[in-house]
Nanobody, 123 residues
Framework: QVQLAESGGGLVQAGGSLRLSCAAS????????LGWFRQAPGKEREFVAD????????YYGDSVKERFTISRDNAKNTVYLQMNSLKPEDTAVYFC????????????????WGQGIQVTVSS
């Protein structure tokens, strides 16, 4: 059974930091492109970042560039999202996702999704 499970969310003040983790099971983790997405209330789902199977290539959405960092540990089957300088507009449910094809992650249609985790940034 393929599963992605996010953890590390919560409430933080503006300017603070959080690190999200996403543990994968039931798949050959090192073969997958991993991505993070978010969805705020009343808004469409937004691409946050993705990382190649080796970790050598990363890509970020404009709203999080230079504040967020995506990384992965293939030995632990885990992908991370380090979020710094958080702003109230970063408040959303964050989802990790996986697909063998990066074009599907970038298009927002990866095959595998986590259940999501809430991040709330207070002003």
């Amino acid at each position: 059974q393929v599963q992605l499970a996010e953890s590390g969310g919560g409430l933080v003040q503006a300017g603070g930091s959080l690190r999200l983790s996403c543990a994968a099971s039931g798949l050959t983790f090192g073969s997958y492109v991993l991505g993070w997405f978010r969805q705020a209330p009343g808004k469409e789902r937004e691409f946050v970042a993705d990382i190649s199977w080796s970790g050598g290539n990363t890509y970020y959405g404009d709203s999080v560039k230079e504040r967020f960092t995506i990384s992965r540990d293939n030995a632990k089957n885990t992908v991370y999202l380090q979020m710094n300088s958080l702003k109230p507009e970063d408040t959303a449910v964050y989802f990790c996702a996986a697909d063998l094809a990066r074009r599907k992650v970038v298009a927002g249609i990866p095959d595998i999704w986590g259940q999501g985790i809430q991040v709330t940034v207070s002003s």
